[in-house]
């Protein structure tokens, strides 16, 4: 565990000057784990940060300042707790995310939040990551886009959004999706969304290549959904409760498409 009731963790042993990279496996799950405030600042040099199967309850404030060069971050509570040679599934409460969690890592360009029962995040908390190119927060608890919070300039580099098995329901539409108009890849997977309106794809028109919006509750498409979408080369639309799709909705996509399902 990092960080726990009985044990303080001391990064600062770790050489500094030669450490790059840098993997975190807590073998005691059922050990509640803490991050701190600047905790990881003696490694200056790090560029690649993976916590995996640590039980947090939060990332609090501040907890990778310092790590200036910082270019991707993994961050995965344990599924499942194993305990007196048992293993159960997990009953944790969901991770929280405090604002300026990611305060002074501007560098990050993969972020993966993905297995953490995340509900939702701070307004603005993501805003400082700039650079981000990758970012994954599959297999959380958010109900809606907006759970991200994200307004208007923040997270402008995104280029794959992963969002899937979350229990995003309801309509995916212009307003949910136009602060990503850098995207080129979107799984909105295994989810509960039930209407995609005709203009939500409006803003990505030039980047949206691949769009995964299969495993939902989807009974339609608007005829004109990918009007906008100049460059799609791919679309999943598989699992779904679909029974008719007017002949039209692919028309303006039929000389990019290569995958459709």
């Known amino acids: 565990a990092i960080n726990s009731a009985d044990e303080k963790t001391n990064v600062s042993v770790i050489p500094s000057d030669h450490t790059i990279k840098l993997t975190v496996r ?14 990881f600042r003696s490694l200056k040099h790090l560029r690649h940060l993976v916590i995996e199967n640590c039980n947090f309850q939060s990332i609090p404030s501040r907890s990778f300042w310092g790590l200036n060069d910082l270019e991707s971050l993994t961050i995965k509570t344990p599924l499942h707790i194993a305990s007196e040679n048992q293993i159960h599934e997990s009953g944790k409460a969901p991770l929280r995310v ?16 993905s297995e953490n029962k995340i509900q ?6 993501l805003c400082p990551l700039n650079d981000v190119k990758t970012l994954n927060i599959s297999n959380n608890d958010l109900v809606s886009l907006d759970d991200i919070v994200v307004t208007g300039g923040c997270l402008g580099s995104v ?90 909705v692919f028309k303006h996509s039929r000389d990019t498409l290569a995958y459709l399902n």
């Open 120 to 125: 939702r995040f701070p307004i603005n908390t």
């Open 26 to 39: 807590c073998i005691h799950s059922e050990i509640v784990s803490n991050l701190e405030a600047d905790g």
């Open 98 to 113: 405090q604002v300026d969690a990611f305060y002074g890592i501007d560098k990050l360009k993969f972020l993966d939040l």
């Open 159 to 248: 280029q794959v959004l992963d969002v899937s098995n979350n229990n995003i329901d309801g309509v995916l539409d212009y307003q949910r999706l136009q602060v990503w108009s850098s995207v080129s890849t979107l799984d909105l997977s295994k989810n509960n969304i039930e209407r995609v309106t005709e203009d939500a794809f409006n803003m990505l028109k030039i980047t949206l290549r691949v769009l995964d919006l299969s495993d939902n509750r989807l009974t339609t498409l608007p005829e004109n959904v990918f009007s906008q979408a100049h460059y799609i080369t791919s679309i999943d639309l598989s699992n779904n409760l679909i029974s008719s799709l007017s002949k039209n």
